[in-house]
């Protein structure tokens, strides 16, 4: 497993001349995310988070400022050709970029090109061919099945296979875009027969992405020591659930129109690189359960394979935000309550030949906590709709209202390193058409 | 419902003077299915097929052959943008060139356009943004509920949903492209720990595609008397299936690895114009079904929302192909054994909001006959492995074996009309690699 290294671009003392990028942000010099976005009265473009401004990366690729092999991808209106670099590539433009925005002499240069974020409109970072949505969060898993069987909350499968399914591309959007509420059907346990109306238990769903750097040929799987030259970076994302449309449709296919009526990720590839300082061991086994199969096993993956990341949820309802109410934390967790690292989750969905493709998203499902404060749904935190939460306002919440405007969050944290932040993934409810 | 009209391009004593036009074709000026091809030396372009001849629709629209509005979006090395017309501009450029082919005045013009199919290799015929398959061919799902559930085939949601799931839209190869034996996990009943191994049960389903035309907003329904606007025409589809790594993964998120490593389709863009002369009413529930849901509901669409196509699965081994034996048909039977039509599917799938995309593909489902020899999977024909079938050679088969051939076939056929086929859904068996 040929995990990215650690180097003089993740240097905690290293810091930025460009304003705000030191002190409290998400974007550090040492993070350097990639986005496409455009500046006021421009077109869409590629670039680069730094403190609270977008280098416009197309720009400095044709002024000569960036190494040629990123630069000869980087006039496009999507980052799939940038995805599809091999990591050396993408390692010597993060190192130019470091030297850019921390060498002061490179201000004259740099500066034309900053743009302030908050005037900027941010886009889906790239063409999004194939997403496919994981169930690795095994507190999740365990919780969800439990409101079903009691006795029996985990599958037999579950141990062995990384359980995923295939998502709705088309309906991904970034941070921001509004959530129409869908409709659909719904059947009570009770009622002889299903009603169609807006969902009554709309909910969302706390997961990392998973973007997808080169690819594998249709019939050629990846083995697990190479996963992780298919991962070029991550994302958080949000899989907004209709619980009422889904217990009706779910069988025998999984969920559909239960999920697919939108996703909302988080705009910023927080890159593969920016992520080695975080690296921790995957949490040992319960006695007792069974060792991966071997395409599913690798000692180093095992020794480095999961992330230190802090995962956290807001609400606010209409209200509370017409009050001046700060936003009310639902949750807060950690990212290395999956069962399957990423890497393995690449490995199981190559493993019969199936072929990933640059810019493919795969998410990792709800990663809950082992305890309540760190459940990452509605479903889980109200018990199946059964207890309420109290917002400040007095307001109680079961599932998520009309006006309701969720965000989650993620920083990854490691003693002796800079945090880095992953950026907004938010977004309002909107009543039903 | 608006159901594209039958007018003079389906007249029957239209016949063409392209060679190989008349007689025994799947390809009579009557069908004029577009697709996406390569001519000897020559890079991808969008054509028509016309009996055993590729015309260049790209040649033609530069050389000023056809309506503005079809011209103007045929010079890429997809059909999307074509798909994405509205139906009164597809159907000019199936005048026109129902003109060009039928009128041997325009035989100089269209003669230097024309390339010998077998010349040819042909390409997917669109980028396929997202690729969604359901569950509609009622036999097929009571056929595999009654191998679960032998008193209860079918599930309380069956009559009420369309019941489909997201598939894969990476793996999806044009007829002809071997399809690798997947490797994956496998559990048997009995066993307690689940094997990794090439599948032991690779099996094919027979069913129809449909290509989506115009695309609806992120958050608009499509209501179900305008489904059909956004149908652009019809294909073959094989789901190609694991049954082996499906019984063990499919729960609780449906199937994933057991399909996502191939899927093929027949390469032509059969429209819905050229479906018109075939519309028939949809098959009267049985008694005591229940009514379908308004939002699912039209009268036009009952009355001719199904299509006349006879649909067959043709087997040869590697043996058989050796000794020149025929291909052994192992099934044929209607496509009207849809519990839900087309339309029905799209109005569904958009009935939450969820954006469908010019170029998207939904498959039916298996389409099986209510008979045993109308059944479209080996699942159904060996009743889950246990009834074995013979081969012309003495050879049995209860699943696919390496080096066999699979083709489906459909032609539609009405009283008074010129039938039109679907062109070729093939592809030979590989082993595991």
Redesign the interface.
Known sequence: MNFPQIDETHDPARSSWVEGADGHTDFPVQNLPYGIFSPPGGTARAGVAIGDRIFDLKGAARGGLLPAAAAAVLDGTTLNALLALPGRDRIALRQALSTLFSDERQSGAVEPLLHRAADCLLHLPAAI??Y?DF?VGIHHATNIGKLFRPDNPL???YK??P?????????I?PSGVPV?R????R?APDAD??L?GPSQRLDYELELGIWIGPGNP????VPIAEATDHIAGFCLLNDWS?RD?QA??????????AK???TTISPWVVTAEAMAPFRIPQPQRPEGD?QP???LWDEADQAGGALAIDLEVYLSSARMRAEGLAPLRLSRGPASSMYWTAQQIVA??A???????PG?LLGTGTLSAATRDGYGSLMELSEGGKVSIALPTGEQRTFLEDGDELALKAVARAEGFASIGFGECRAVIMPA?
Chains 1, 2 share one sequence.
Request: net charge positive.
């Open positions: 061919g194939d496919s169930y599958l037999p499968n062995y296979v359980i995923g399914y295939h998502g709705r591309a088309s309906s959007r129409v869908p409709r659909g059907q059947k027969v299903p169609v249709l019939g050629d799987p209709a449309f009706w449709e779910y069988v025998p296919l999984g969920p559909f129109l697919n009526f939108q069974p199969l071997p395409y199981h969905h493993s019969n030949g199936c072929d990933l493709r493919d058409r």
